[in-house]
């Protein structure tokens, strides 16, 4: 099984003072009231944001020790590979500092690949760009991205405006120039400086907050169609991370007619909708949907040409919202099975076919 | 009727302690609670999350909109992994109680922890199309 959200972090950004630009220490240890923590949710879950049984034997914040994520996830369920997506470092992107921000995703990065990546050949790594200065965030990319266990550059959903934006193009292009997809996983909406999460503003609950996650992403997806950012970049490949799947083929099918009418609004858009997203997009499994029955589940799913292998298999270790891989594989077609579970995984970040790995230490 | 088992030395399983152990062929999550204990399965029915490492507290019971009522202290167990909360004495779940664990009784003997199992107890109807072990698809006997 390659799973493709994985969440190691920092017990707190000074974990990452070593690799930070000495002009910004200050922020990280005193800044603010004592020290600068990266902007967090209004929404609480009550029992955590954690699985509780994650929790290291050191007392840190889950996903930061190795020995334990060895245990619980890379030994007991085999994977094959892990893609590590970090944590609320994605959060850089809604602060109101951009130069700040930009140094610490070139910290984060230097600690991924330096600390985490050597530790196991079963982790990849995703870089992270601030977005608030797209220049500075490719140039980041073309600094980092040539390191062969970074698979891809991670955005987050919340944002400003919709990826398609000219605004970020320059992040698209720098990750087609180093060959790296490019991933936006749900989270930072209506933090700080971003907009509210929904069109209604601000939710009271994080029931809602959670329930309505895909609804970032689904922005971003038809904002990235309808700019024509495939058509610019035809080997720009794209990760949705976390939003969940069923409302691909509601979103699909509304983009697909009105594109048929409005095509004059957008004519750089020349290709069916659901055909750019097919051959350019994919997107990770958890949380997997769960209606009653598997094969109502099933029919949403195969109702999207493709489907089979638009999808990677995720657990989102150590969130308190994971899949485990037995029962999300047992819910799908049998004849995708392999294909989600691997082997498209291995396609989109070119991971070499392997025997089980094992740690390098 | 109901089968026996010896789980372990009740010294290791002190007020306030908690265990994973096997029996019956099964893992088995035991608490002790002020002296009082609770066995249930220590799988959730969800996706097999360990109950063993869950939270022990009351809930916010059932109420009127915008009503916060907290009760049954120290009887509800939380699994770690998605949250599912149980109701430690029937093995129930909070949002839909034909949802439950199997529970077993359990007793100090000595210096053993002895867990008992009913033979007729618990049927779970299990069908090939079912997604997930929730309310609907799995039914209770």
Known sequence: MIDCDVHQNFNSLRDLEPWLDPAFRDYIEVGGY?????????????????MGDAVPEDGGVPGSDYDTMRAQLLDRFDVEYAILTGE?????????HPQFASALATAYNRWLIEDWLPRDDRLKGSIVVATQDAEQAAREIGERAAHPDVVQVLLPCGARTGYGDPHYLPIFEAAVEMGLPVAMHVG???????????????????????????????????SVVCHGVF????????????????????VLWRLDANWKALRSETPWVKRLPSEQVREHVRFTTQPLEQPARKSQLQAVLESVDGMG???????????WDFDTPKIVEGRLPEAW????????????????????????? | MSERAVAMEASLL?????????????????????????????????????LCHGRISGARLPSDPYEHRWGRENRVLTCPWHGWEFDLETGRALFDERVRVRTFEARIEGDQ???????????????????VHDSAAVRTE
């Open chain 1, 188 to 222: 930072a909406e209506g933090l700080a400086t971003n907009p509210p999460p929904t069109a209604t503003g601000y939710p009271a609950y994080y029931l809602e907050w959670h329930t309505l996650l895909p609804s970032s992403a689904m922005s971003h997806l038809v």
């Open chain 2, 113 to 131: 922890v002895v867990l008992y199992r009913k033979t007729v107890n618990l049927a779970i109807v299990s069908e090939p199309d079912v997604c």
């Open chain 1, 88 to 96: 609320d470092i994605l959060n850089i992107s809604c602060m109101a």
């Open chain 2, 14 to 50: 002190p007020p306030g302690g908690r265990a994973k152990v096997e029996a019956f062929g099964t893992e088995v999550a035991i608490f002790n609670l002020d002296g009082e204990l609770f066995a249930l399965a220590n799988a959730c029915p969800h996706h097999g999350g360990p």
């Open chain 1, 337 to 361: 099975r392999e294909g989600v579970m691997r082997g498209n995984a291995r396609e989109l970040y070119r991971l070499p076919d392997r025997e089980p790995a094992r740690a390098r230490v």
């Open chain 1, 34 to 50: 004592g020290g600068f923590t990266l902007p967090n949710y209004p929404w609480v879950h009550p029992s955590g944001f954690m």
């Open chain 1, 309 to 319: 292998e638009m999808l990677l298999f995720a657990t989102d270790y150590p969130h």
């Open chain 1, 231 to 250: 058509e610019r970049l035809p080997e720009l490949r794209l990760v949705i991370i976390e939003a969940g799947v069923v409302w691909l083929p509601g």
